[in-house]
C-alpha cells in the first residue's frame, strides 16, 4: 500500500515540522553518538531544498520526567545539526509557548530551528490535546521522521497528526517502513529477529507479531530482566516490570509451543548503579552473586560465538542459549552497539 511521504507534500513557503529522533547519548554537553541526527538529514535536506520558509525539528531526549533537565536539553544537539548541515541552526528553549513561537518566527526564509526538548512537558508523553495544539500551531505541514518514537502514542506522534491537515512520512520513516514491510512480507531464511529496549510493555505486540514469522528471537536490553525474573532467575535490582511476568510467560510458552528458539543473554555485566566508576562484574545470568546489584550490559559470552552451527540449526524446546550463526553475527554486532549508546 503507498504512503504519503514528504515528497508529496507542498513545503514552498511553509512551515515544517518534523517529528525527528535525536534521542542521543548526551553527556556533559558532548554527543556520543550522532548516528541518529546524520539519518534525518536526508529529510531536513530535502524540505530545504523544496522551498520551506522555515523547518523546526521536534525532539524527546532521555526521559527528564515532564519538567526541564539542563542535562537533557537539546541544546547541542541544535550545534551538532548545524555542523551538519553547514548552516546556522535556531534553537527555542521551549517547544511550545512564546519562546517557541518567537524563535520560529524570527528564523530567517529557509531557516531551521530546533525545539527544546518535548519531554520537558509531562503533556508529550500523556499525549494531551491541548499540548499537540500548541505544537500544531507553530506549523503548516507535518512530517513523521521518527520511526523509533512512532509506536508511541505521544503528543507529537499521535494527537498532533490528527490538528494538521498536511501530514506525512519522512524519508527515513519511509525507509525503514519499506525495509520492515520487506523483512515481515517476504523474509530470507534463516529470518532472525533481535529485540532491545527497556519495557516489554513497549514491545509486547510486536514480540507477538513476530512469533508466527521468525525463526530465531533474540531478546535483550533491560526488557530481559523480566524474562529472567518470569523464569525464577535472580535480578537484583535490575530494571523489571513485575506487572508484565505473566506477558512473558506467554511469549515463552508460545515459542516453545512453535518450536521456535527464543535466545537470551547468557551472562551480563552487573554493578550496584549506573554510573561512571560504579565497580562491575561479569556473571552467568543464573548467578546468585549479583545480589543488591543491576544487570546492565550483556557479557563476553553473550557477545562471542558460543554455541556450534548445528545447535542453530535444532528446533528449540523452548527457552534457550544465546547465540548466533555466521550469518546473525553482524546483526548482534548492531544491536549491541545501539544498545551500549543507549546506555
Not at 515463552?252 to 509451543?257: C, S, V
Amino acid at each position: 500500500m503507498a504512503k504519503r511521504t514528504i515528497r508529496d507534500l507542498n513545503l514552498k513557503g511553509r512551515r515544517v515540522f518534523i517529528r525527528v529522533d535525536f534521542n542521543v547519548p548526551l553527556k556533559g554537553g558532548v554527543i556520543g553518538d550522532d548516528t541518529r541526527i546524520r539519518e534525518s538529514l536526508p529529510t531536513i535536506k530535502y524540505a530545504l531544498d523544496a522551498g520551506a520558509g522555515c523547518v523546526m525539528l521536534a525532539s524527546h531526549l532521555g526521559r527528564p520526567k515532564g519538567k526541564p533537565n539542563p542535562d537533557m536539553s537539546l541544546r547541542p544537539v541544535a550545534a551538532r545539526v548545524g555542523d551538519l548541515l553547514g548552516r546556522a541552526v535556531g534553537f527555542a528553549e521551549d517547544c511550545v509557548g512564546p519562546a517557541a513561537e518567537s524563535a520560529v518566527k524570527s528564523a530567517p526564509p529557509g531557516g531551521v530551528v530546533l525545539l527544546e526538548n518535548l519531554r520537558f512537558h509531562a503533556e508529550e508523553e500523556k499525549n494531551d490535546p491541548g499540548f499537540a495544539k500548541g505544537l500544531a500551531a507553530l506549523c503548516d505541514v507535518y512530517v513523521n521522521d521518527a520511526f523509533g518514537a512512532a509506536h508511541r502514542a505521544h503528543a507529537s506522534v499521535e494527537a498532533m497528526v490528527r490538528l494538521v491537515p498536511d501530514a506525512a512520512a519522512g524519508l527515513l520513516m519511509e525507509k525503514e517502513v519499506r525495509y520492515l514491510g520487506a523483512a515481515i512480507g517476504n523474509p530470507e531464511r534463516p529470518f532472525v529477529a533481535i529485540i532491545g529496549g527497556a519495557k516489554v510493555s513497549d514491545k509486547i505486540e510486536v514480540i507477538e507479531n513476530l512469533i508466527p514469522r521468525v525463526d530465531r528471537l533474540l531478546i535483550g536490553g533491560a526488557m530481559a530482566y523480566t524474562f529472567f525474573k518470569a523464569m525464577g532467575k535472580p535480578v537484583g535490582k535490575s530494571l523489571v516490570e513485575d506487572d508484565k511476568l505473566d506477558s512473558a510467560r506467554d511469549v515463552m510458552a508460545r515459542a516453545k509451543e512453535r518450536g521456535l528458539q527464543l535466545l537470551l543473554p547468557l551472562d551480563h555485566v552487573v554493578a550496584p548503579k549506573l554510573e561512571a566508576g560504579s565497580p562491575s562484574e561479569t556473571l552467568n545470568v543464573d548467578d546468585a552473586a549479583i545480589g543488591e546489584r543491576m544487570g546492565l550490559d550483556i557479557g563476553p559470552k553473550t557477545v562471542g560465538p558460543t554455541q556450534v552451527r548445528s545447535r542453530m540449526r535444532r528446533p528449540s524446546s523452548g527457552m534457550d542459549r544465546w547465540a548466533c550463526s555466521r550469518s546473525t553475527r553482524s546483526q548482534r554486532a548492531r544491536w549491541v552497539s545501539r544498545r551500549r549508546s543507549r546506555t
